[in-house]
C-alpha cells in the first residue's frame, strides 16, 4: 500500500502506461482520476482498477483544452476529498505528420504542441494549488528518449514539446520544493503500448529489441512502475530529476 491515502489524476489513462499506472496506482492505495479523450477506453480503465478491487472515477476531457483539466480536477477532488498526485501522461506520436522541420505544417506542429505541452501546463496550473491544500505531493512528466538524443527518422515537434518538459520539470521543482510538492521526469525508452503499434509488427519488434541491450522493448508495466516510485514516498528526497528507463538504449 504504497500510495495508501493518496489521490492521483492520471492524463491519458485510457490506453498503455496510464491504463496501467491506474491499475497499479489504485491497487497500492490511490484512488484515480481517470482522464481521457476516448470514454470507451477510460471507462475500460476504471473498471479494471474496479475488478483489481481499486477506486476509480473517469472524467472525459482533451489535456489540450484548459477547462477539460480544470474540471477532472475539481470534479475528482469532489469526489475523493483531495489530490496528491499529478501524473502528466497524456500525449501523442503523429509520425505521419510530425517529421522533420522541413516536413510538418505549422498546423501540425501547433497540435502536437498543445497535447504534449500545453497539457502538462494546464494540468500543473490547476492541479498545483490542490497539491499545496494537501501539504505536498509528487508531479510527474513524461518526457522521452527522443529529448535526450537525435534520431535520423524525425518527429520534431514531438521532440521539441518533450525537451520542454525536462525544463519545466526543473522549474517546477525548484519553485515548489519548500512547500513540499515534488516534481520528475521519466524519459521512456521503446515501449510497446498502442502509442507505437501502427509503426510495429514482428520484424520492426525484432529489429528494435536488436538495439535494446536487454534485448526486448519496453511494457507499459516498466514505465508504471517508475512512475509509482516517483509518487509515493520513497522518492521524497527526489525532485527535479530525469529518470530513464529504456532498457539501456541511451548507455551504448
Ligand atoms: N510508447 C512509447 O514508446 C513512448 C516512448 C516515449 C514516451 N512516450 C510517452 O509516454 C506517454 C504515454 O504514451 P503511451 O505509449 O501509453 O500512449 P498511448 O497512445 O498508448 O495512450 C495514450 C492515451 O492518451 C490519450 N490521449 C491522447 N490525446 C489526448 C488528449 N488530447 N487528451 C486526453 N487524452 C489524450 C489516448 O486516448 C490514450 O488513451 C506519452 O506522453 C508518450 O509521448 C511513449
Known amino acids: 500500500m504504497r500510495l495508501k491515502d493518496k489521490v492521483a489524476i492520471i492524463t491519458g489513462a485510457g490506453l498503455g502506461m496510464g491504463r496501467e499506472a491506474s491499475v497499479v496506482f489504485a491497487q497500492e492505495g490511490a484512488k484515480v482520476i481517470v482522464f481521457d479523450l476516448n470514454a470507451d477506453a477510460g471507462k475500460e480503465t476504471v473498471r479494471l482498477v474496479e475488478a483489481a478491487g481499486g477506486k476509480a472515477l473517469f ?24 489530490l496528491h498526485i499529478l501524473y ?32 502538462p501546463f494546464f494540468l500543473t496550473k490547476h492541479g498545483i494549488p490542490e497539491l499545496r491544500k494537501a501539504g505536498g505531493g509528487s508531479i ?39 512547500e513540499q510538492i515534488r516534481c520528475n521526469i521519466i524519459h521512456p525508452g521503446f515501449i510497446d503500448t498502442p502509442l507505437q503499434a501502427p509503426y510495429l509488427n514482428d520484424d520492426k519488434r ?19 512502475n517508475a512512475a509509482l516510485f516517483l ?8 525532485t527535479g530529476a530525469e529518470m530513464v528507463v529504456d532498457g539501456g538504449f541511451l548507455a551504448m
Open 140 to 178: 510527474i512528466l513524461v518526457g522521452s528518449i527522443s529529448a535526450l538524443a537525435g534520431f535520423t527518422l524525425a518527429q520534431d515537434s514531438y521532440t521539441c514539446a518533450k525537451g520542454a518538459l525536462i525544463s519545466l520539470c526543473k522549474s517546477l521543482a525548484i519553485q515548489f520544493a519548500p
Open 231 to 238: 509518487a509515493s514516498d520513497e522518492s521524497s528526497w527526489m
Open 59 to 82: 472524467v472525459q476531457g482533451d489535456v489540450s483544452k484548459e477547462a477539460d483539466v480544470q474540471k477532472a480536477i475539481a470534479e475528482g477532488v469532489k469526489a475523493f476529498g483531495a
Open 88 to 119: 502528466a501522461n497524456a500525449g501523442v506520436l503523429w509520425k505521419d505528420r510530425d517529421k522533420s522541420v522541413i516536413e510538418t505544417t505549422e498546423e501540425n506542429w501547433d497540435l502536437v504542441q498543445a497535447i504534449n505541452l500545453k497539457g
Open 206 to 224: 525484432k529489429a528494435i529489441s536488436a538495439e535494446i541491450p536487454i534485448r526486448r522493448l519496453g511494457t507499459a508495466r516498466d514505465i508504471a
